[in-house]
Structures are given as C-alpha cells and as structure tokens.
C-alpha cells in the first residue's frame, strides 16, 4: 500500500517561512515526477512544484518562483517544499502527489498522478 504523509504546515506571518515534508511508505520516488499542489478555498487545485528524484529536475508554478525550493531525500524517501517570502496568497491546503508518468508538460496536471497525501494546511497571516 502507498501512503504519502505530509508534515509541516502551519501558521505564519507574511515575509515568513515553513518546510513542508512529503514521507513516502510502498512507493520509491524515481523518474516520475513527484510535487505538491495547492487548493485555496472556492478554487481549484493548481500544481506549485515537483521534481524528478532521478536527475533533479524541477518545476515551479510562476506565483512560487524564486520562493519556493522543491527536493528530494531518495536515502529517506522524502520530498520537501521550502517555502519563504510566504503571503496571504500563498493560503491554501498543500497537497503531496506522485505519479508512475515519467516527466513532461502534463505533470502540472491533477489527473497525472495516482498517489495523495491528507493535505496539511497553509495559513498566511497578513
């Protein structure tokens, strides 16, 4: 069985800073792309950042460039998602996601993966 667990979230004040953690349990990250997306209330979920464990490729949604740093711990299993200069915007359960797809445009794409965590909350005061 997959599980994703994500830890990290919280309340913070705006110019603030947090580490999401995603910890992986029956699934190994590799060549496929493995992220976080985001869901504000009333809106839909949008894809902030993932990488590809096997070379370290990235993505960043525009909104998070320069702010946010997506990586990967392969010996524990573990993405994380540094997030700094965080604002009110950036409010929003944080989602943790892998897929089985390889690497392309669709991994901005909810429908690309196959795995979830719970969702940890982001709140950012202003």
């Known amino acids: 069985e997959v599980q994703l667990v994500e830890s990290g979230g919280g309340l913070v004040q705006a110019g603030g800073s947090l580490r999401l953690s995603c910890a992986a349990s029956g699934f190994t990250f590799d060549d496929s792309a493995t992220g976080w997306f985001r869901q504000a209330p009333g809106k839909e979920r949008e894809g902030v950042s993932f990488i590809r464990s096997s070379d370290g490729s990235t993505f960043y949604a525009d909104s998070v460039k320069g702010r946010f740093t997506i990586s990967s711990d392969n010996a524990k299993n573990t993405v994380y998602l540094q997030m700094n200069s965080l604002k009110p915007e950036d409010t929003a359960v944080y989602y943790c996601?892998?897929?089985?797809?390889?690497?392309?445009?669709?991994?901005?794409?909810?429908?690309?993966?196959?795995?979830w965590g719970q969702g940890t909350q982001v709140t950012v005061s202003s």
């Open positions: 996601a892998a897929g089985e797809r390889g690497w392309g445009p669709w991994i901005v794409a909810t429908k690309s993966y196959d795995y």
